[in-house]
């Protein structure tokens, strides 16, 4: 359009609308509103103008209004009616509608809307234009947000543009194709030949961007990597050069020569010279060249030094240089510059694992940042600290890191807790210690502690055998202190309940023994089930703990008042428990003894940290169960018993409970012959059980099956034992859902004339598959047939193997005790199929 | 380079250049969140924090905060020289850059950087280069609008 002479002054004439504010006249205007409101009614007022001038397809203004539209754009308003305009400026021939139309598209058009394709052919125009200036601006756009479309369309012109001579366009076609690469892998090839000479430039521009280029291309690519490893005498010579020449005006800053280049370089080399030997010697000597010369007043020397020092962790150096390098990040720890020291911690703990003794060196600078103000490095000197406790160090290195947790921002506390029992567990040098330090923890940051440190602990506590009066001491006295933390809680609860008699009998050999009444115990468990800081978790752990002093102290009454008022606790899970403990004083009492036993030493599971799932008999145990359960439940397969599964009280109602094919055995005799060759795993030392029926959850006094909903699925039902006048039936029903299980349930009845009494039927099963046990109906088995005691076995077989059983048979007749063992296999197919 | 904010003390956004793929509404998110972050570090702490999958480098120059995020394996301390850089030409050729005049030319402030940074990485490492392609560009700007300065934005 002519803008000369009369045809402007007609053109004027004939403009209908005055002519648009400008740009810096809106924004000034912008700025005198008060009030968001009045910001938004002056916007709103300029976008409908803007929008009229569109419609008009001025051509004259559009350029100031697509800059006006950006500047709103930028104080958050919406601008998508101005993405075609955007378009139209970068059709324009002229400069300026192109430079804010390049501008308006980089910044309010995205790959997700097609429009931007309409960009392709402006910007192929523009790639091939006279004047470097346009060049540059559509090499900009296409390199900042060229989709893969774009990018594919434009591929060759940016290769095309990468072998000419003008740096300032092959600088920019560099990363043109950097960006390309990135968007479009497989376009990786066709920018091969054009790197052929790159690193021969003159040109700091186009050598940088080179570099940058050629580390893309070996990132992604191991052939390319190969193909590039050819350069490294090319890079070191650059480096070299840069280093040892003087003053260059033009790219100085700070007294070192183009430090943006050098590090790229670096990073280049450092790509280069993994795993590969003899590019790593080729740069050894550049390396202690740069890590020696580079001046480190300034943040700018420290940059190149920090990349060196990355650079020489990851290549193969020679061990003098990695010494060198871990000294240089010794050094930058005590910087003042906060920046600088935080680099130093985390490239100390990239390498502290491969160079462990030189990082050693500097661990009391490395504890000292703990005390550090800034989060950052806190952060950093707390994760490096743990990395380098070792077996000689322990001691410090934990008085310092529990000093930390005591004073240490809340988000620090569970980590930093999780690190300490770690520590404590692989190099604790005494288990007194040990146990001091895992009180320590659990008295501060108890609230913080990770819910599966409990059964951790739990297990450390159980297999200090010796620590158990003194543990169980400490622990009482912090629970009078303090019961707000329910981890510390909970380990409390489960010690006392396990060692309250050690606690009453004042055995304590490491400190002064307490005296404390058993009353007193009571009122501090009663305590916690009462209290409103107990998690219903909490409560849990306090029952059971209340119940099992029943065999420790004498006040047995008032655990069964106790017992029986949470009997109708509102809370189900203490309800149960209650229920259950109450069944156990009323019908089991002679039972009640065996079962609240002192629990076995528990062999550890191969676990580091948070305890992972634990198999039992092959299986892994339902996640449910654990988060609930105090540690027995979630223990090593070996332990498998039925008392686990009481003590810990069970929820698990529709789950089933893994059962004990590895019953207790009594001095380890019978159980283990029972076992013995349907390859179960071997049997635990756990204590003598006599009787290893547990009263189940549910209502385990019912002998009915637990699924009504069962469809009898016909399967016929089987003699399992008939001998010496005691005939064993076994009936068959599927339970529903779950078909993997098989829900038996035994008849055991008597032909004999006289009663068989303590009648109990026990049951194991081969790896695969789980068994449960239910109550049996009673334990008496008539005479002459004339009644049965009937129990329920539930099967889980998920891997459908043939299902094989022992069984083991003890009962009084006739006033002697009679036992049998034996094997049934003559299940019908249905029952495990 | 994933992307680079300018914002003032009052959090008002002053720049942006994003070098990632990514929706408005998802632009607005993150730089809510990293304005709300980064406002509130202490005077004390240092330049670098981690944020989301992000290392996020920031310097606050008189009443603006520059602030970039970049890749885990990118070099902090040169990007703390990338940002000094940029403000350096800011400075050259707005003569004492001060915030006002990034606010009122702002476009001018976009050039300055997609002539230093392109895809997030820096293409020009002499400041001369490249203030002297922005005084050619501008000189063309003027040339060929040199019979209508009146629609010059």
């Known amino acids: 359009m002519s803008v000369d002479g009369p045809s402007y002054f007609l053109a004027s004439l004939r403009r209908r609308m005055p002519a648009p504010i400008r740009l810096r006249e809106l924004i000034r205007t912008i700025r005198t509103a008060r009030t968001q ?73 995205d790959e997700r809307q097609d429009v931007h394709l309409l960009m392709t052919n402006c910007i192929k125009n523009d790639l091939n234009h006279s004047t470097q200036y346009v060049q540059g601006l559509a090499l900009c756009t296409l390199g900042c947000m060229g989709s893969s479309e774009m990018c594919r369309d434009l591929a ?121 030997d003899d590019s790593s010697e080729a740069m050894n000597d550049i390396l202690a060249q740069v890590a020696t010369n580079t001046e480190t007043s300034k943040n700018v020397g420290n940059a190149i030094l920090y990349e060196t020092v990355l650079t020489i962790m990851d290549i193969k150096s020679e061990s003098g240089l990695r010494v060198l390098a871990i000294n240089i990040l010794g050094r930058f720890l005590l910087n003042n510059d906060k920046n600088i020291r935080y680099v130093a911690l985390t490239s100390l703990l990239k390498t502290v694992q491969t160079d462990h003794n030189a990082v050693q060196r500097h661990r009391s600078t490395i504890v000292d940042c703990l005390k550090d103000l800034d989060v950052s490095i806190k952060r950093r000197a707390m994760e490096l600290s743990f990395a380098l406790v070792n077996g000689n160090n322990v001691r410090g290195m934990m008085k310092e890191l529990l000093y930390f947790l005591d004073s240490c921002d809340p988000e620090f506390k569970a980590d930093c807790a999780s690190g300490v029992f770690l520590a404590a567990e692989k190099y604790a040098p005494s288990k007194r210690w040990h146990i001091d330090t895992v009180m320590r923890v659990l008295t501060t940051a108890g609230s913080y502690v990770r819910d599966d440190s409990v059964p951790n602990l739990i297990q450390l506590i159980t297999n200090s055998v010796e620590m158990h009066a003194y543990t169980v001491q400490r622990l009482y006295k ?19 309940g396990e060692y309250g008699d050690l606690l009453l009998s004042g055995q304590c050999e490491e400190e002064e023994p307490i005296q404390v009444t058993e009353d007193e115990v009571l009122d501090v468990l009663e305590g916690l089930l009462a209290s409103n800081l107990s998690t ?59 079962l609240l036993e002192r629990m076995p030493i528990m062999e550890k599971t191969a676990t580091n940290g948070p305890s992972e799932i634990v198999q039992t008999n092959g299986e892994a145990e339902p996640s449910a169960v654990e988060a609930k359960h105090p540690p027995p439940v979630a223990q090593p397969a070996n332990q498998a018993n039925d008392l686990l599964d009481l003590l810990g009280g069970n929820d698990v109602v529709p789950v089933i409970q893994t059962s004990m094919p590895t019953k207790p055995a009594s001095a380890g005799g019978e159980l283990l012959d029972l076992l013995g060759d349907l390859s179960l795993s071997g049997p635990a030392p756990a204590p003598s059980v006599p009787s290893s029926q547990p009263p189940f959850l549910l209502d385990g006094l019912s002998s009915q099956p637990l699924f009504n909903d069962i469809a009898p699925a016909g399967i016929p039902p089987m003699i399992a034992y008939n001998k010496n006048g005691l005939k064993i039936d076994f009936t068959f029903e599927r339970a529903n859902p779950n078909p993997n299980v098989a829900v038996i349930t035994i008849h055991a009845t008597n032909s004999t004339e006289s009663e068989m009494t303590e009648f109990v039927f026990q049951a194991a099963v081969p790896k695969t598959f789980q068994l449960q046990l239910l109550s049996p109906s009673s334990n008496v088995v008539p005479a002459l047939n004339q009644g049965s005691v009937t129990q329920v076995i539930r099967v889980l077989n998920p891997q459908k193997q043939q299902l094989r059983m022992r069984i083991k048979l003890t009962y009084t007749h006739k006033g002697s005790p009679v036992q049998d063992l034996s094997e049934v296999n003559n299940f019908p197919p249905q029952s495990w199929q | 380079m994933q992307f680079m904010l300018l914002f003032s003390r009052q959090g008002k956004l002053r720049l942006q250049k994003w070098y990632v793929p990514l929706s408005d509404k998802e632009k607005k998110k993150i730089t809510r969140e990293l304005v709300q972050t980064v406002l509130a570090r202490k005077p004390k702490m240092c330049s670098f924090l981690e944020w989301r999958d992000l290392k996020v480098v920031y310097k606050r120059y008189a009443s603006l905060y ?88």
């Open chain 1, 37 to 109: 409101a009045e910001e938004r009614e002056m916007i709103q007022k300029e976008c409908a103008a803007i929008r009229s001038s569109f419609r008009e397809e001025d051509n004259t203004y559009r350029c100031r209004n697509v800059a006006k539209l950006l500047y709103m754009h930028m104080l958050g308003y919406p601008a998508h009616f101005g993405q075609l305009e955007c378009l139209k400026l970068i059709a324009s021939q002229k400069f300026t509608d192109k430079r804010i139309g390049y501008l308006g598209a980089m910044l309010l058009l």
């Open chain 1, 536 to 594: 219903p978790v909490t409560r849990g752990y306090s029952l059971t703990a209340i119940m099992k002093l029943s065999t420790r102290f004498s006040s047995v009454n008032r655990i069964k008042k106790v017992v029986s008022v949470y009997g109708s606790s509102i809370d189900v899970e203490l309800q149960q428990r209650a229920v259950e403990y109450n069944a156990l004083f009323k019908k089991y009492d002679h039972m009640r003894p065996a």
């Open chain 1, 478 to 496: 912090a629970l009078l202190d303090d019961i707000s933390q329910q981890p510390l809680v909970q380990v409390a609860s489960w010690c006392i």
């Open chain 1, 156 to 276: 060759g012109e940016v290769e095309k543009l990468l072998k000419t001579s003008n740096s300032y366009l092959r600088k920019k076609a560099a990363l043109c194709a950097v960006h390309v690469i990135r968007k479009v892998p497989e376009l990786m090839e066709m920018f091969l030949p054009a790197t052929k000479n790159l690193l021969s430039e003159k040109n700091h521009g186009v050598l940088h961007t080179s570099v940058v280029l050629l580390t893309e291309m070996c990132e992604r690519s191991p052939d390319m990597l190969a193909h590039f490893r050819k350069l490294v005498p090319q890079l070191v010579r650059i480096l070299k050069n840069l280093i040892m020449s003087g003053y260059s005006p033009e790219h100085d800053v700070s007294g070192i020569s183009d430090p943006f280049l050098q590090v790229r370089i670096l990073r280049l080399l450092r790509i280069l010279g993994k795993s590969d």
């Open chain 2, 66 to 153: 520059f602030c970039c995020a970049v890749e885990n394996q990118d070099n902090e301390l040169i990007t703390l020289e990338i940002i000094h850089r940029y403000v350096e030409l800011l400075d050259k050729y707005f003569g004492s850059v001060c915030e006002l005049d990034i606010i009122f030319n702002f476009e001018k402030a976009y050039f300055i950087l997609d002539e230093f940074l392109l895809g997030g990485e820096a293409q020009e490492t002499s400041k001369k280069n490249v203030l002297k392609a922005i005084e050619q560009a501008d000189l063309l700007q003027e040339n060929v609008d040199f019979q209508t300065r009146l629609f010059a934005v």
